[in-house]
Structure formats: C-alpha cells, structure tokens
C-alpha cells in the first residue's frame, strides 16, 4: 500500500516551510524567545475582540455573503481611500478568509500548469509554494543587497518574464527584507505588464508598517487603473494583530466580481460573519492601535538593529518597512545551522535565510514586534553566540 | 482592456450556483419564508458561542497548529470512535476552513487538468465544480428514484471509472436526496477502488441526520483500512448549527500529514484557534443538542412530506438522511422557472433541482431543518401554487 505516493508529484514534492523545520526543533525549550514567526506578541485589542463577541452573540454566525458582508466590504472601500487616496468602488473587493487565501485564490484563477510567475526575491515561502500548488513555475528574481538596502533590478524582472509569465508577485513592503518598491518602479512594472499583457499580484500586507513618517507603503494601487490586470492582496493579520482570525482580501478589476463568487465558494465557502464584523471594528477605530503599533515597532527596531549592527560578524542594514531584521552573519552559509545553534546555544528562535528563496540563504530573520525587554535579553543572549 | 477573459477559461467558465440565482430573484422580498439553503433557522447554541468568547478573551488569537489544535484534533477522534466503533488516531486528522476547503485540498492533491472523477449524483453543486477549478472532468453518475427512493446501480458507478479517473465521490446521506449508502455498498465500492488504484473521497456532512435510530448513517471508515486510499470530509456546520463558522476536518491516510500540513499552509495557513475551541465544546458537550436536532428535523420532515404527498402532482418520498425533501412535480420540467414562480406566486424559497446535476432537472429541495409553524405556513403556500 503506497497511498502516500499517489498524489500529483507537485502537491507531494512541496517542500516543508525551512521556518516550521526550526521552530519543531525548538519548540517547547524552557525560556526560550521566539521571534521567528511573522506575528507580533501583543494579542488582538480588545476593542476587536468586543466587536466579534457581539456579532456572535447577534446571530452572525450563518452562512453569508461569499464576497464578504457589504459592512465590511464598504470599510474597506473607505479605508483605501483614505490610506490611498485612491477610490475603490465596492465590487472591486472580494473579502478572503486571510492573504494566503486571497494569494490561492490568484493563483486558481491565472496559472495552468507549466504556467509561470516571476516572483521578487527574497520573498515569504508560501508565495512560491501557492504558484507550485497550481502546477505552474516560479521564477525567482533575486535582489541584491547594497549599501542603500535591497535593490530590485527592473531591467532584471522584465527580462525574467518569458512567453510562458502569467504574473508578476511583488511584495512590498516584503518579507522578510524589509523593502519598499519606490512608487515611480511600480508604475513602471504596470506599464510593462499591461504592455505584455501580464497580470500584477501585490503583496501589500505590511504596507501601514512604514518608518519614514507616511501612512502607509505606495501601493499598485496608485499607478493602475482599475481595469489593469492588477490583484492586490492584503490581509487584516500585521495592522491589527489578528494573525490567528483568518481575514483578509483581495482587490481586483469589477469583471472578476462574479468569478471570485464561484471561486471563494468553491474553496472555502466565505469567512464567518462574526470575524468579519470584527474587521469592521479594526478598519473603522484601528487608527489608533496601528501608530502605536508602528511606534512600538520603531522602538524595537531601532534596538535590535543598534545591536545587530554592534555585533562585527553581523551585516544589517535597518528596513524602511515590514517589522523584521533580516541580517547576514559573516562565515555562516548554512542558515538552518545557524538557527539550530542559536536555539541550542541562545535559546532565540530565528527563522533561518532559506526559507526565503535565493539570495535569502545565508541570512537569518528577526521578527521585532515584540516588548523591548525581550528583545533586549534576545539580543544579549544572540551576541554570545555571534559577538 | 478585455482583463475579465484573461484568466484561465475553466474558472471563467464555472457555472454561478443555480440556487444563488434563485436566491437573488427572491432576496429581500417581505415576508418570504426561506427554505432554500441547506442551513437550518436556529443559531449556534450557547454553549458553543460561549466557548468561542472565551477563547478570544483566553488569547486563541494567535497562528496556531496548521493541522488542528490538538484539543480538537484528539476530541474529533474521541468522536469518530464514539460515533463509527473505529479507533482512529490523531495523525489522520486534520482541521480545516469548512468541508468545502476539506474537499478543495482533496482535489488540488488529486487532481490534475483532464483527470476523471466519477460523482454520484444528484449532489451539491460545489462537489463538480471543485473538480473543474483542479481542470478536471466530473463524470455524473445519476441515481434513479425508485419506489424505494434513491438508488445508485453499482455497476453503473464503476462502468463510470476510467484510465483517466482518480477517485470517486460519494456524498452519503445525500444533499439533496437523502439517500444514504448501505455499508454493503461502501465496502464494495471501497474494494473496487483498492482493486483499480483509485481513491474515494466520502462527503459525511450529514452523518448524523438520520431518522432511522441509528447513531449516524454508516461512514466508509467503518469499511476501510487506515492506509487504504479514502478522505473523508465533514463539517461541524448542519450537526451544531455552525454553518457560518466555517470549520470542517478531514480523515486521511496518516501519510498524507505531512502533505497536508503544507497545503493548508498554502491555502488557508489554518483555522482560527477560538473558532476550534468552540468546535470542541460541540464535541463534548453537542450530543443533546445533536439528538433535539434530530428529533426536530424528523418532526419537520413527517409535516413537510406528509404535506407534499397530499399534492396530487407531487412526488415526493421521505428519505432517510439529511435536511431535505427533495421532490419532482408533475408537468414541470424546468426547475428554475418553478422555483422563480413559487417565490413571485407562494414567498416561498425553494432551491432547483437544476442545481444538482443530472437527474435534478424538475425536482425541487426544500430544506426543513426549520420552525415547524414557518414550514406548515409554507406548505400552505405551497399547495395554493402546486396544488
């Protein structure tokens, strides 16, 4: 009995997320400090968890708009407005049970098999893994870090989009390096697209945690007109400390409205109600708890970055986005080593470089959003085994 | 700018449910009773929403285990025990989003573009089209309705069962029929499929509505090896009146786990760790409110089909599983207009057979999981139109 065997070679070949590897290894350690995930340590505010409670108790717990409750979705139409100052009129949005989904969904909806999707690297694993899912080809364009940060090579990108490219994937502010694509390269990137008929999918999930004093990252959303072929993705997780509730959504051009119906009731069947009603609550007196938590993630950075950039073997450079150190340790290319040892030996929990695609091996990511004392015992105990 | 045809044409071509069309000519009209969903009119019962409250307050907010909190993944086993008399372990469990994503994760591991998979029929609509979004081919094999209610030829299922077929689906008690397999059956059906190498994928939503005494309607893990090629799919939403919170599991050889935990990674990235805590407390403390849920749908079920078959042009046969009489009328072989009539004429919300493949063209599913004053007000209504 071979059951294991007979799935599609694709969905079998997945590989493991590099992350879940070192986190099973350290898991459980007494005093350990876990800063390898992407989620912050603080738990959803209260006044969410309110906002779920009463819709719970009002009877939001039926089936529902598969798109997403129009409460819900109208908050989102206000919110891109006023992040954006861009409208977004309502049957562009499509409610998605988390980015992730929102990216599965893409996905479903552009690649074939053989089909390929440039993807700027480094990059979060599952981006690549939801291309594979689909049979389909991602094809990797690896930035390189400079003395300004990491840099995307246009010329490089364009050049990786063949007759086979469906899509380009940009994630920006990305994870794990921290990068903004300046507004003048995304414009540029839609121009080439809507020239070779590509689709754009933007991974704008970090895009309210910027350092620079502005509200938020610049977004495709600013230099597309709304029938491009342009899928932004964006998720209520890192704003508003609600990675467990499963909640995000997509944009798109209207035209895809009724296919997203099909498609979010064939893959999940809609985000509960309740959870939905609670996003409206997060949309609509969030502001408050996302400049604290960008002040809070300011703080962190600062920090752990100082003590990072003290370390001689560390090479850092401080993020403009996202809430991680992403840093390169001289003489160690083994990132999966290295994470092992410094659970063994610091008991921190980092998740290691190659999770992320080329140009990631060899680096290791911090997650800051995290009390400061912590991280600061984090990074005592990181430069003994680094210093 | 034609983005609205540039995405893969299977998933432009989807056919929209043909319930939801029903249900947007009827939505918002006052004082129509609605029977056409497979929902039942009580909410979730206290105990349930109380556990979730309490798992927001207690911090289940955060990422959590891809497969399932262990909690609920060793109280789902406690329960298929409890319910089926087989002993499965905790590693062929896995928590997802809704049967319906149970059953997508099924196809993308399955499926591949022109692969077969053979349907009893009439069945759920989002059973075919989930075949169709992997690229594959759903083959019907439609029951006929006897005297002896719904039956399924065996001979006629596997006849269906192709070079190009990877599994069949079996959908036992039946939406819309209610049909539900004899073991006998199952047991066959599992030996044809060991014997060609093919998988089954058995849809037990509804196990637990049935109105002959038994516990639950016979499962195909009581015909099964632990490794042979079987996924069984269920829900918490019709036994616990969940259907809004979106929360399913799946049972699958344990070597799948590892697969699994990638690709609800991928798809999902997981199940919000409250909305499993409540999912606990419905399996530990659920049975009462299973067994009222029984009793209440059996009353409904006597009104509603007693009420039916006093119609001379109806006919109608109580099936033994499910929520639903699913019934033909004399003379009326376009379901659609039917149900469109019975809205503008009765306020009454009937789902088409149409919507249910080959075999449900004329019939109409009404789900009576309902009030039992709504449903002899209906009825009412019913026979002014039918009558």
Redesign the interface.
């Known amino acids: 009995?071979v059951?294991?065997f007979?799935?599609?070679p694709g969905?079998?070949a997945?590989?493991?997320?590099a992350i879940?590897t070192v986190a099973n290894h350290g898991r459980g350690r007494e005093g350990l400090i876990p800063l390898w995930?992407g989620?912050g340590d603080l738990?959803?505010p209260d006044f969410i968890?309110e906002a779920?409670?009463r819709a719970?108790?009002d009877?939001?717990?039926?089936?529902?708009y598969q798109r997403g409750v129009p409460p819900l979705r109208e908050a989102l139409c206000a919110y891109l407005g006023r992040v954006h100052g861009v409208p977004v009129p309502v049957d562009r949005i499509t409610v998605t049970?988390?980015g992730?989904?929102a990216i599965?969904n893409a996905m479903?909806?552009?690649?074939?098999?053989g089909d390929e999707v440039a993807v700027v690297s480094p990059v979060w694993p599952?981006v690549m893994?939801?291309v594979r899912?689909q049979?389909g080809v991602p094809v990797e364009v690896p930035m390189t870090l400079g003395n300004q940060g990491w840099v995307l090579d246009l010329e490089q990108l364009f050049a990786a989009c063949g007759p086979r490219t469906r899509a380009i994937f940009v994630n920006s502010p990305g994870n794990p390096t921290g990068w903004i694509m300046p507004r003048e390269d995304m414009a540029r990137v839609m121009a080439f697209a809507r020239e070779r008929?590509l689709?754009v999918i933007s991974d704008e999930v970090y895009a309210r945690l910027v350092y620079d004093g502005r509200t938020a990252a610049p977004s495709f959303l600013e230099v597309a007109?709304p029938?491009?072929?342009l899928i932004v993705v964006n998720s209520f997780s890192k704003n508003w400390?609600?990675?467990?509730?499963?909640l995000g959504w997509m944009v798109t051009?209207a035209?895809?409205g009724?296919?997203l119906?099909?498609?979010v009731?064939?893959?999940?069947?809609?985000?509960?109600?309740?959870?939905q009603m609670a996003g409206v609550a997060a949309i609509e007196q969030g502001e408050p708890w996302v400049a604290e938590t960008v002040e809070r993630c300011r703080k962190a950075r600062d920090l752990v970055c100082g003590a990072l950039a003290a370390l001689p073997r560390v090479r850092i450079q401080p993020a403009p986005g996202a809430f991680y150190a992403f840093f390169q340790v001289e003489g160690e290319t083994d990132s999966v080593a290295l994470a092992t040892r410094i659970i063994d030996e610091a008991l921190v929990g980092l998740a290691p470089g190659a999770a992320f695609g080329q140009g990631g091996e060899g680096a290791l990511r911090l997650c800051y959003a995290s009390r400061l004392d912590k991280l600061e015992e984090a990074m005592g105990r990181l430069a003994r085994v680094l210093g």
Chains 1, 2 share one sequence.
């Open positions: 009995m059951a294991e007979d799935i599609r969905i079998q997945l590989p493991a997320s879940v995930f989620e738990a959803t968890r779920a409670d719970i108790r009877g939001h717990v039926f089936y529902t049970t988390s992730m989904a599965m479903q909806m552009l690649v074939d098999p599952n893994a939801a899912v049979g008929g689709w007109d029938e491009d072929k400390a609600m990675t467990g509730w499963r051009p035209a895809l009724p296919v119906e099909n498609l009731q064939f893959s999940t069947s809609g985000t509960p109600g309740f959870i």
